[in-house]
């Protein structure tokens, strides 16, 4: 399974990688994965798994343990942003109603084969700097489209 992973780092430039990654399956959100376990070129980084999605747009919560999708009652946050459906488009005061909690499906903390995007977080650099390693990538938008 071909996973898309946003890697961040510090000074908060983020970099794009696909990669067939076996390794990472059966992880859990907030472990620590080395960089060759994704790719050759990422030889002595560490990373933090910091978010993932699966294939229909659910995101994985660290709070809904094992696999698969489930029903969880949410607060404001991960997985529930706006106000819901019934409410409708009328304008109020607060858009976010205190104590509102709803019903929503989200994904399990355990990476599987159903993740197709994965968030990483920069622990430990290695020996060469991201930049080096994509250097294709975070360009200026005027030397992006001169190249083309």
Same mark, same amino acid.
């Given at each position: 399974?071909?996973?898309?992973? &946003? !890697?961040?780092?510090?000074?908060?430039?983020?970099?794009?990688? @696909?990669?067939?990654? @076996?390794? +990472? !399956?059966?992880?859990?959100?907030?472990? #620590?994965?080395?960089? %060759?376990?994704?790719?050759?070129?990422?030889?002595?980084?560490? $990373?933090? +798994? =910091?978010?993932?999605?699966?294939?229909?747009? $659910? *995101?994985?919560?660290?709070?809904?343990?094992? +696999?698969? %999708?489930?029903?969880?009652?949410?607060?404001?946050?991960?997985?529930?942003?706006?106000?819901?459906?019934?409410?409708?488009?009328?304008?109020?005061? &607060?858009? =976010?109603?205190?104590?509102?909690?709803?019903?929503? *499906?989200?994904?399990?903390? =355990? !990476? *599987?084969?159903? $993740? *197709?995007? !994965? &968030?990483?977080?920069?622990?430990?650099?290695?020996? %060469?700097?991201?930049?080096?390693?994509?250097?294709?990538?975070? #360009?200026?938008?005027?030397?992006?489209? @001169?190249?083309?």
């Amino acid at each position: 399974m071909v996973f898309k992973f &946003n !890697i961040s780092e510090k000074s908060g430039k983020s970099f794009k990688l @696909e990669a067939d990654s @076996e390794a +990472i !399956i059966d992880k859990k959100l907030h472990d #620590k994965i080395e960089g %060759k376990d994704i790719s050759e070129d990422l030889e002595g980084y560490e $990373f933090e +798994i =910091t978010g993932a999605s699966d294939k229909s747009g $659910f *995101t994985a919560v660290k709070e809904v343990e094992g +696999i698969g %999708k489930k029903k969880v009652l949410l607060s404001y946050g991960k997985g529930m942003h706006r106000r819901p459906k019934r409410e409708g488009k009328k304008k109020q005061s &607060n858009p =976010t109603p205190k104590g509102l909690r709803l019903r929503k *499906t989200v994904r399990a903390n =355990t !990476i *599987t084969n159903d $993740f *197709t995007q !994965i &968030n990483l977080k920069v622990l430990k650099d290695g020996s %060469k700097k991201l930049a080096e390693v994509f250097p294709d990538q975070n #360009k200026a938008p005027e030397a992006a489209e @001169e190249s083309q």
